[in-house]
């Protein structure tokens, strides 16, 4: 009751893809982690919109629009450096 939406930014398609463009801190299982949370949000009904970064390629993006919609999510592409 209290979140309706969630912004997620993806930016990869695997866990490796992930590591190589994010650098998370919390190394190889981030990525899996990411989904995880994206199909709890979905579970809950909560709205969930995947973000991906134009600079990591056409496959990627493709492959994270696909994400969103076998999660019935939305997508939005975004521009490194462009606020708003």
Do not use: P, W
Request: proline share 0%.
């Amino acid at each position: 009751g209290i979140v309706d939406s969630v912004s997620v930014s993806v930016n990869a398609s695997s866990s490796e893809d992930y590591q190589n463009t994010c650098q998370s801190v919390f190394g190889k299982d981030a990525y899996a982690s990411i989904i995880e949370f994206i199909k709890g949000c979905r579970k809950r009904d909560i709205e969930v919109e995947l973000t991906c970064l134009d600079f990591v390629g056409e496959k990627i993006i493709s492959e994270v629009k696909k994400i969103a919609e076998e999660n019935s999510s939305k997508f939005r592409m975004r521009h490194l450096n462009v606020v708003g």
